[in-house]
Each structure stands twice: as C-alpha cells, then as structure tokens.
C-alpha cells in the first residue's frame, strides 16, 4: 500500500497515525460544523456545508477568470496560485487555530506509545485535509480556464503547482506557529496572530481590487518569470506550469527547484518543532498565569428610557470588546480596510458626489459603500462566537425574552459601532466633496442601510450574542458570503441613488422612507424570529 509506506517512510507508525487521524476528523466534523455557515439552526446541517462549499467555488470561478484574463501562462498561474495561498492563510489564522495549536494533546497522548514523528505526522494530516479541500474549491475552477486557454498539459501543470501552494501555505502558517510559541506566550500570541489576520483580512478584502488592478498593470508590462521568483513563492510553483507545457526555460527550472527545496526546509523544520515536547511545553505555559492589570469598575448604562433588553445588550458588547481579543480586532479592521479602500477609491482624484454624479456615474463610491455595509455585519458576525460561550448559560436560564436580546444585539451593534462609522464617513465625504449638508445626507443613509442589512443578517440567522462555540471553517464562509452579498447590494446602490437624490423631494422622500424602514424592520424582525429562538439550546 503507497500510502502505509509513505507514512512509514516518514518514521512515523501506520497504524497509530491511521486511528489518531480518524478520531480527530470525526471529532471535528461530529456536528457536520467544519467548513460551514452559522446560521442557528441545527437542521440541514449538510445544506450549509454545501452552501459554504458554493462560495469558496465562487471565489474560485474569480479567480479563475482572473487567471485567464492575464496574458501569459506563468503570470496567471501567479495570480492564482497567491490568491488560493492567501485565502488558505486567511482560513488557517481564522478558523484552524486549534488544529495547530492544542494544549491538550499532551495531557491525552502523553500516556499513549505515540513518539513524536507520528504526532507530527497526524497534526500536519489534519491541517493538510482542510487546506486540501479549500485548494480543490479555490483552484478547480482554474484547472478548466487554463486547459481551455493553454491547452491540456496546463491544465495538468496546475494540479501538482495548487498542490504545492497549499502545502506550502499549509506548513508555512505551522512553522509560523510552532516559531512564535518559542517568543510569545500563548495568550499572548492570539493578539499577535490577530494583527497577522488584520493584514490578510485586508488583503482578502481588497483582493477584487487589487487583482484587478495588478492584471491591467502585468498585462502592459514587459515582464520576465525570473524577476518575481526570487521573491513570490506562488512564483516559484508556477514555474511548473512552464515546465509542463514544454518550456523548458531557466526560470522555470529555478521556480521549481526552489519550491521543492523550501518544501523540504519547511517539512524538516516543522518536524522538529512540532512534537509531543511542544505540546508538553504549550500545556505548561497554558497552565502558567500572567499577572494581570487590575479590572476597571464596572460601569453601567444609566440612560433613561432605554429599554432592558438594549441595556443589557450593550454592557455585554462593551465588556467583550474590552476582553475578547478577537472581538476587539474584528470592529478594529473596519478602519484600516476604510482607509485601504479609500485610497484605491481615490487614487484618480476626490470621491465623486452622488447628489452632483447621479448613478452609475459616480461609480468609484461602490467600494465606500461596500465597506460601509461589509463591516458592519462582519461585526454583528463575529458577535455571535466566543470562546466563553458557556458564559451564555443566563441567557438560556433567566425568563428573559430572547427574540428582543437578539433584535438588540444589532442595534447595540448600529449605535456603538455603525454611528461612529457613520460619523468617520461624513469626515471623508466632507473633504472630498466639498458640501456637508451631501456629506452629512449620504453619510446617514449609509448607516441607516448599514442598520437595515443588520437586522435583515438577524432575520436570516438568529443568534444569542456570543453564544456559539468558535467552529471551524464557519467564519471564513460567514466572511465570503458576507463579501458577496454586500457586494451585490454595493452594486445596486447607485440605482437607488439615481432616483432619491435627483431633487430636495425624492431625497426627502427617501430619508423619511429608511427612517420608517429603521424603526419599522426591527420589530418585524423581533416577531418573525420569535419561534425559532425559543427552539435554540445551550451549546455548552
């Protein structure tokens, strides 16, 4: 059997590797939650995997097309190959962090003839298994553009360069880990890891554009494989591609060589670094408190008239964003992928005022606009996992209505959160469009639509805020289907525009209408969401 003696030839022992490898697989797809959507429900658990499974595909017909729009074998490849390892990161930083990194390995292996080749066998399996499938959905689509561009032997190219790509990211983000526990404390590398997710975050953001951009920009210039090998990994796998269609070039050789080799590295470094010793060590620091500052005094809201619900809501947002270091990055990226989209946004000249530029014509505003209704929900997302997510226990005991919790999570969301945003927004359209009643006008509509997508993300999705255990591959498809849909809706924007800011009536018209909608939606919501959250149970 080829697969016994590659596992063998590893060092590791087959039969061990085999069970470890089943159990942890079974473990992790038990409740069919890998790779999936949150949507809080706990039927048709197999149609949100097949959903999730539709939106990496999507990605991956982009990707496809982008590969294919660039002309040149090796420059597609590239692009393809960088935005397929991105993602692969992306998902790694976000959704398998305990696949790599878990204290409790030790404490259950530990007393089992487990050496430490064959743990680290089973842990890079396991990794492998998830990126794999995220390979096939992000890179299949481009194994058909580049047969039916460059011909068969591309297409066949392809499948050992994806391959290689995901290996490598796959290893590379386990060296990353393996390297960092040796500086950083565990507690204290989720902060750093979730700075290095900001950074992907944006780049998977502002990858439509960028790749956009990065194809009319290779497509004018004279530009030779070796000049990016030296410094591009996809590069390097993309060598291959030449190799395969019979270019039997210099720089194509070294691409290849020099991914192959930096496969070995990663492989032999990896294996030294994850090993039952690193596990003993990581449970060890785990165990080891770090002095903490002391906590500030609780405060409460004392505002008249707000409802209990809200009040309640909104201590909660407040004291998970001081503590929960996830939370507090993910409202925290709203700014730095503001600022990434206005300066592509700008880089022509100021924004375009739509009351001026009706419609389409004041197009280079979609990706504001898209960011503006993107990260909202990508907070109201993220609101509803947590690490203590037992803590959500109150919630499920105290007689307390939960459909009215879950409506004001999203206005928690829109007053803490889309208010300052919005606010952020009338500073930058002020500046670029030299008139504040347009500004502070275009400004507030965008918030209160940014208000609307969140309680319509509620109406699709009820969940109890931060009640829902950390799943893997759940938030990497939350976030690509939140990027589709926001950017269907940024797309459709400007016809809505179109008609309410021809005149001062249509604009008044408007507003009175998303102010009705604003006070109107919420409480539909809260009725319509009423049975199935009575149905919701305690995850703990």
């Not at 590893?10 to 490898?21: F, H, P, S």
């Not at 398998?96 to 064959?118: C, E, N």
């Not at 880990?177 to 502002?206: C, D, K």
């Not at 947002?317 to 929960?324: C, I």
Request: proline share 5%; glycine share 8%; aromatic share 10%.
């Amino acid at each position: 059997m080829i697969l016994r003696r590659a596992i063998e030839a590893l060092g590791a022992d087959y039969g061990q590797w085999r069970v470890l490898t089943r159990v942890m697989l079974r473990n992790d797809l038990r409740s069919v939650s890998s790779l999936q959507l949150d949507t809080g429900e706990k039927k048709g658990g197999n149609s949100r995997v097949w959903l999730t499974f539709l939106l990496y595909g999507a990605f991956g017909l982009w990707v496809a097309i982008m590969a294919s729009a660039v002309p040149g074998l090796f420059l597609g490849g590239t692009i393809a190959l960088s935005a397929a390892g991105v993602m692969i990161a992306m998902a790694i930083l976000v959704d398998f962090q305990t696949v790599v990194v878990s204290p409790d390995d030790y404490h259950i292996l530990a007393p089992q003839p487990v050496s430490s080749t064959t743990y680290f066998v089973v842990k890079v399996t396991n990794v492998l298994v998830y990126t794999g499938i995220m390979g096939i959905l992000l890179g299949g689509p481009t194994t058909l553009s580049l047969g039916l561009r460059h011909g068969a032997l591309a297409a066949l190219g392809w499948l050992p360069a994806l391959a290689g790509m995901v290996v490598w990211t796959t290893l590379a983000m386990i060296l990353l880990y393996t390297t960092l526990l040796q500086f950083v404390h565990p507690r204290r590398l989720r902060l750093t890891l979730s700075y290095l997710q900001i950074i992907l975050m944006m780049a998977v953001m502002g990858a439509p554009i960028f790749m956009t951009e990065l194809t009319d920009l290779l497509g004018q210039a004279d530009f030779e494989p070796t000049t990016a090998m030296l410094f591009v990994p996809s590069a390097w796998f993309a060598g291959v591609l030449s190799l395969a269609t019979g270019d039997w070039n210099l720089g194509g050789g070294i691409g290849a060589l020099a991914g192959a080799g930096s496969l070995g590295v990663f492989l032999l470094y990896c294996r030294h670094g994850l090993s039952m010793s690193y596990s003993e060590r990581l449970g060890t620091m785990m165990a080891t408190t770090e002095a903490r500052r002391p906590r500030d005094r609780p405060r409460r809201l004392g505002w008249p008239g707000i409802p209990p619900e809200l009040r309640v809501v909104s201590t909660l947002v407040r004291g998970q964003f001081r503590h929960d270091m996830n939370f507090r990055l993910s409202v925290l990226s709203i700014i730095p992928v503001t600022i990434f989209y206005l300066l592509f946004a700008t880089r022509d000249g100021p924004l375009p005022d739509p009351f001026v530029q009706l419609g389409f014509s004041a197009g280079s505003l979609w990706m504001i606009h898209f960011a503006a209704l993107a990260m909202p929900v990508a907070v109201v997302d993220s609101l509803f996992r947590s690490e203590s997510y037992r803590a959500a226990w109150v919630f499920f005991a105290a007689p307390v209505d939960r459909a009215k919790l879950v409506v004001n999570a999203g206005i928690s969301v829109a007053v803490f959160f889309v208010a300052p945003y919005a606010v952020l927004l009338a500073g930058i359209f002020l500046w670029s469009f030299g008139n504040a009643v347009h500004a502070l006008l275009h400004a507030v509509v965008l918030g209160v639509f940014a208000h609307l997508a969140l309680q319509l993300r509620l109406l699709a999705s009820p969940l109890l805020p931060f009640s829902e255990p950390p799943r893997k591959g759940s938030a990497m498809g939350n976030l690509m289907g939140m990027i589709l849909i926001s950017m269907m809706i940024a797309v459709f924007l400007p016809l809505i525009f179109r008609v309410g800011y021809a005149n001062e009536a249509l604009t008044a018209v408007l507003m009175g209408t998303l102010v009705v909608l604003a006070v109107l939606l919420p409480r539909a919501v809260e009725r319509s969401i009423r049975p199935r959250v009575q149905r919701l149970e305690f995850a703990g």
